[in-house]
């Protein structure tokens, strides 16, 4: 069964930086866009990044751009989240979600989330 | 990327339908055929209930229905159960090839 499973969570202070992964499983996850959707405590869902199955293409919503990194190692089965001068309003759950359908609009399957704090 | 536009709450009874309206701009909703609905119970992941404007995916209740016209998307639940009651967002593909989700629409089952 398809499994997704984020690890790299955790209290960082303003100005800092973390690195997120995503291991997947149960699918062949080279064939497979990714996404990172994230969501503040007590909020709604943010789509944040997402990146083409062969690393190709990648796409970011404007309150990360150029803050943030989405990466992929096909080998390893493995995405990642490159967070860098991280702000308090970045504080949330990040979930990783297998894209699908034209475009790879639409998440199939998604993790249960890494909680990232971002605090002084 | 302004977030789609979803009324922040709904109510109905058991049995009853309810609607939940998605309105976005003729960059997102309005310009693809690409909008989700996703169910999120609390503590819980998100879950896929209909991509494409109405495709349900398998295993997915008949009950759950997807609909667009021009800029808003509607996401329809007929015979209300109480396990219905969750949170529910639209996301839809956008014109700078990205994702945008709604604000979330919170349904209570009375």
């Known amino acids: 069964q398809v499994q997704l499973v984020e690890s790299g969570g955790g209290v960082v202070q303003p100005g800092t930086s973390l690195k997120l992964s995503c291991a997947a499983s149960?699918?062949?996850?080279?064939?497979?866009?990714m996404h990172w959707v994230r969501q503040a405590p007590g909020k709604g869902l943010e789509w944040v990044a997402v990146i083409w199955y062969d690393g190709s293409n990648k796409y970011y919503a404007d309150s990360v751009k150029g803050r943030f990194t989405i990466s992929r190692d096909n080998y390893k089965n493995t995405l990642y989240l490159e967070m860098n001068s991280l702000r308090a309003e970045d504080t949330a759950v990040y979930h990783c979600?297998?894209?699908?359908?034209?475009?790879?609009?639409?998440?199939?399957?998604w993790g249960q989330g890494t909680l990232v704090t971002v605090s002084s | 990327q302004s977030a789609l536009t979803q009324p922040a709450s709904v109510s109905g009874s058991p049995g009853q339908s309810i609607t939940i309206s998605c309105t976005g701009s003729s960059s997102d909703v309005g310009g693809y055929n690409y909008v989700s609905w996703y169910q999120q119970h609390p503590g819980k992941a998100p879950k896929l209930m209909i991509n494409?404007?109405?495709n349900r995916p398998l295993g997915v209740s008949n009950r759950f229905s997807g609909s667009k016209s021009g800029n808003t998307a509607s996401l329809t639940i007929s015979g209300l159960q109480a396990e219905d009651e969750a949170d529910y967002y639209c996301s839809s593909y956008t014109s700078s090839s990205t994702l945008v989700f709604g604000g979330g629409t919170k349904l209570t089952v009375l």
């Open positions: 149960g699918f062949t996850f080279r064939s497979y866009a």
């Open positions: 979600a297998r894209g699908d359908g034209s475009y790879y609009s639409h998440h199939d399957y």
């Open positions: 494409d404007v109405s």
